[in-house]
């Protein structure tokens, strides 16, 4: 893929990265995707022909698809040449800059962002509109912590594209929820940002607070609307264990906040343990033992004497003993 890059553009690059004599990190990962080696060289090239950048992978970035990390903020599943190449450039130079570009308004209300806020959107290489509604999203970015930007090549990934149901760029997307296409208004995009009902929240958002330490505040957002949100129980049963381990603390917390609510997680677990695997399995028994609700101890009886090998049956024992101390 590094075979779009143009001469022109390679020039570019060398041009900017001339006299820069910081350490530029660019990180980028690999999913097992087919496009895992086109990112990787471009990384690569990156730092050829620009010294200043130092590429490295990064094993443990949450992301499904091959991406270029900048900052903790912003990440591109994208190859940017042609017209995106620019706005990469300077978001490598100085992620900083962009805030200039954010009105005093928009800034003092994206101070009262206390929820994430995160944003996909959809380009591709020759979209003329495109570059600019990357550049706001970077200005939002770079204003507050709480926003997360995501710049995807639809080309490049198109089956992303079908999966979000986008067919033209640049198409923007807030947390799953709410989608604009073509000019977006950064006024408008604010106020759904602090408009939103936490309930609604993706699992994504959700993660990004409790990768940031906040699981208490996680497990205090349910107990103020009293629910157990539906993208938290996708977090419970989330593939990732990393991912699995922090929802599992702010259950922890939930419970020690919300004891009665805790106990609500019985039947959605029950529900959806048989078509997880084996190792999402045993820690759904973990959060059943730690929900305090009783009318686990039958399904958790059934486990523990059921065809499950020994160590599902002993994460049953273990979860119906902690069951029995709490009651």
């Given at each position: ?8 553009a ?5 041009k900017?990265?001339?006299?820069r ?6 990180r ?7 496009m895992?080696e086109?990112?990787k060289d471009f990384?690569g ?5 620009a010294?200043c950048v130092n590429?490295?992978k990064?094993?443990?970035?949450p992301v499904?698809l ?16 042609d017209?995106?190449?620019e706005?990469?450039?300077?978001l ?10 954010v ?31 990357v550049s706001?999203?970077l200005g939002?970015?770079?204003?507050s ?11 490049l ?12 760029a ?12 073509g000019s ?7 106020t759904l940002?602090l408009?939103?009902?936490?309930a609604n929240?993706g699992a ?5 607070m ?6 208490e505040g ?12 539906g993208?938290?129980?996708d ?5 990732r264990?990393?991912?699995r ?9 939930l419970a020690?906040?919300?004891a ?7 039947e959605p ?7 997880v695997d084996?190792?999402?399995?045993g ?12 009318t686990a101890?039958?399904?958790l ?13 002993e ?10 101390e709490?009651g």
């Open positions: 893929m590094t075979e779009r890059i143009t001469e022109q390679k020039d570019r690059i060398r900017w990265g001339k006299g004599d910081a350490d530029i990190p660019l980028y990962t690999t999913t097992g995707d087919a895992d086109a990112f990384a090239m990156m730092a050829d022909l010294p590429a490295k990064d094993g443990d970035a499904t091959p991406s270029l990390l900048v900052g903790s903020r912003v990440t591109y599943q994208a190859i940017p040449h017209r995106e190449l706005p990469f450039l300077e490598l130079a100085d992620a900083d800059a962009f805030s200039d570009r009105s005093a308004e928009v800034r003092e209300r994206l101070a009262q962002l206390t929820l994430p806020a995160l944003v996909k959107v959809y380009v591709t290489p020759f979209c003329p509109h495109c570059p600019n509604v706001l999203l939002l970015a770079a204003v912590e709480q926003v997360r930007v995501t710049v995807i090549d639809g080309e990934f198109p089956d992303a594209a079908v999966k979000d149901k986008v067919s033209a640049p198409t923007v997307i807030l947390d799953g929820q709410f989608r604009w296409t977006v208004d950064a006024a408008e995009l604010v940002m408009d939103r009902d936490p929240l994504d958002a959700l993660r990004s409790i990768e940031e330490g906040d699981a996680v497990a205090r957002m349910m107990s103020q609307r009293g629910k157990i949100f993208a938290f129980i977090l419970l049963a989330h593939p264990w990393s991912v381990l922090g929802a599992m603390v702010a259950f922890e917390s020690e906040v919300d009665g609510l805790a106990k609500e997680i019985v677990l029950t529900a959806l343990f048989e078509k084996d190792m999402v399995k820690d759904l028994l973990h959060v059943l033992g730690e929900s305090g609700n009783q101890l039958p399904f009886e059934g486990v523990a004497a059921g065809d499950d090998d020994e160590e599902m049956q994460a049953a024992r273990e979860a119906i003993e902690k069951l029995k709490g």
